[in-house]
């Protein structure tokens, strides 16, 4: 039986630096404040010429080469995010264009920051059915550019970053994607969202002076939904997966805010210390989140053969899940 596993692991961080320190002169709030809440320290912001797609090639780049993979032996690449670089063309066409990738079929997942949970089990399934041999999933964001930068309940969470995993198929029984659970709950697609600039609000003069298509979010709500959703949806896929919490070595969070992670862990009955944390340097990055976290727990050679990883996200729509793999 064909199975999917995971290849190689690539990041990309842009260079700019925008620290609490540095939030303090343009909104009012503290680091203090900052770190209680959410755990962030600092986050990172993209270049003026720097799109969504620079981001998520240069990310797609280092997981090729980690694997020691051509891009002409890619056969699909699936960018997720939700700050692509225009309505239209897809930001993944953009990328298979700055990679090179010839050979691979692209396209775009937006389920926000549960995005590349959901790009994986797509992924996941293709490679099973036979039709594809190696997948990029990239998650990638420009948050920065639809950031309130007067609101202090948002600005201070969000940051620019990708994220890529290479997932190959392999007949090794056993190893790979055990098992995923994808959840969508659209009566709440209020608590969180850009909700200008589509069809519904299309551009115009007056949704920009009431900066509809900058990020809401009713915070307190978004709390707790995540809390509550989090250890739910990693319980059954482990249990769908033959497993226990009692059964994971490593957790993969969507890097949201540090108080919903060490619920979520809580409540999941797994120890924090399993958890890779990056929230405090990098903020919320959405998509990109999980992949880049990913990245750095393997290149920092905490991952071993064998071990079984957890990985649970959450997002705007509300859109949330959960998914298990033996490394």
Same mark, same amino acid.
């Given at each position: 039986?064909?199975?999917?596993?995971?290849?190689?692991?690539?990041?990309?961080?842009?260079?700019?630096?925008?620290?609490?320190?540095?939030?303090?002169?343009?909104?009012?709030?503290?680091?203090?404040?900052?770190?209680?809440?959410?755990?962030?320290?600092?986050?990172?912001?993209?270049?003026?010429?720097?799109? %969504?797609?620079?981001?998520?090639?240069?990310?797609?780049?280092?997981?090729?080469?980690?694997? =020691?993979?051509?891009?002409?032996?890619?056969?699909?690449?699936?960018?997720? %995010?939700? /700050?692509?670089?225009?309505?239209?063309?897809?930001?993944?066409?953009?990328?298979?264009?700055?990679?090179?990738?010839?050979?691979? #079929?692209? #396209?775009?997942?937006?389920?926000?920051?549960?995005?590349?949970?959901?790009?994986?089990?797509?992924?996941?399934?293709?490679?099973?059915?036979?039709?594809?041999?190696?997948?990029?999933?990239?998650?990638?964001?420009?948050?920065?550019? #639809?950031?309130?930068?007067?609101?202090?309940? /948002?600005?201070?969470? #969000?940051?620019?970053?990708?994220?890529?995993? &290479?997932?190959?198929?392999?007949?090794?029984?056993?190893?790979?994607?055990?098992?995923?659970?994808? +959840? *969508?709950?659209?009566?709440? *697609?209020?608590?969180?969202?850009?909700?200008?600039?589509?069809?519904? +609000? !299309?551009?115009?003069?007056?949704?920009?002076?009431?900066?509809?298509?900058?990020?809401?979010?009713?915070? +307190?709500?978004?709390?707790?939904?995540? %809390?509550?959703?989090? !250890?739910?949806?990693?319980?059954? %896929?482990?249990?769908?997966?033959? &497993?226990?919490?009692?059964?994971?070595?490593?957790?993969?969070?969507?890097?949201?805010?540090?108080?919903?992670?060490?619920?979520?862990?809580?409540?999941? =009955?797994?120890?924090?210390?399993?958890?890779?944390?990056?929230?405090?340097?990098?903020?919320?990055?959405?998509?990109?989140?999980?992949?880049? *976290?990913?990245?750095?727990?393997?290149?920092?050679?905490? &991952?071993?053969?064998?071990?079984?990883?957890?990985?649970?996200?959450? =997002?705007?729509?509300? *859109?949330?899940? =959960?998914?298990?793999?033996?490394?």
């Amino acid at each position: 039986m064909t199975n999917s596993i995971v290849l190689g692991t690539g990041s990309y961080a842009p260079q700019r630096v925008l620290s609490n320190a540095d939030l303090e002169k343009i909104v009012r709030t503290n680091n203090e404040w900052i770190v209680s809440r959410t755990g962030i320290r600092e986050r990172r912001v993209a270049a003026d010429h720097e799109a %969504t797609s620079d981001l998520a090639a240069a990310a797609g780049r280092e997981a090729l080469q980690f694997a =020691g993979v051509k891009p002409d032996d890619v056969d699909m690449i699936i960018v997720c %995010t939700v /700050t692509g670089d225009s309505p239209t063309p897809s930001c993944a066409s953009f990328v298979q264009a700055q990679l090179g990738a010839k050979n691979a #079929f692209a #396209f775009d997942v937006g389920a926000a920051c549960a995005g590349s949970l959901f790009g994986l089990s797509i992924a996941d399934q293709f490679i099973r059915s036979g039709k594809v041999k190696r997948a990029l999933v990239i998650g990638a964001e420009t948050l920065s550019r #639809f950031v309130d930068w007067t609101n202090r309940e /948002t600005c201070v969470l #969000f940051g620019d970053a990708a994220g890529a995993i &290479l997932l190959g198929a392999s007949e090794e029984e056993g190893r790979g994607l055990l098992a995923a659970s994808l +959840r *969508t709950d659209g009566s709440m *697609t209020g608590i969180l969202g850009i909700y200008g600039g589509g069809s519904r +609000r !299309p551009p115009s003069a007056e949704m920009l002076e009431e900066k509809a298509g900058k990020i809401k979010m009713r915070g +307190r709500e978004v709390y707790k939904v995540a %809390t509550r959703l989090l !250890p739910e949806v990693v319980g059954d %896929t482990l249990e769908a997966a033959g &497993l226990t919490a009692a059964d994971v070595d490593h957790v993969i969070a969507h890097q949201a805010n540090k108080r919903i992670i060490e619920s979520a862990m809580q409540n999941l =009955g797994v120890p924090f210390e399993k958890c890779w944390i990056n929230i405090d340097r990098y903020g919320n990055t959405s998509s990109a989140s999980m992949p880049i *976290t990913l990245d750095e727990a393997n290149r920092a050679g905490k &991952l071993k053969k064998g071990d079984v990883i957890a990985m649970m996200a959450i =997002g705007a729509g509300m *859109t949330w899940g =959960g998914a298990v793999l033996r490394w």
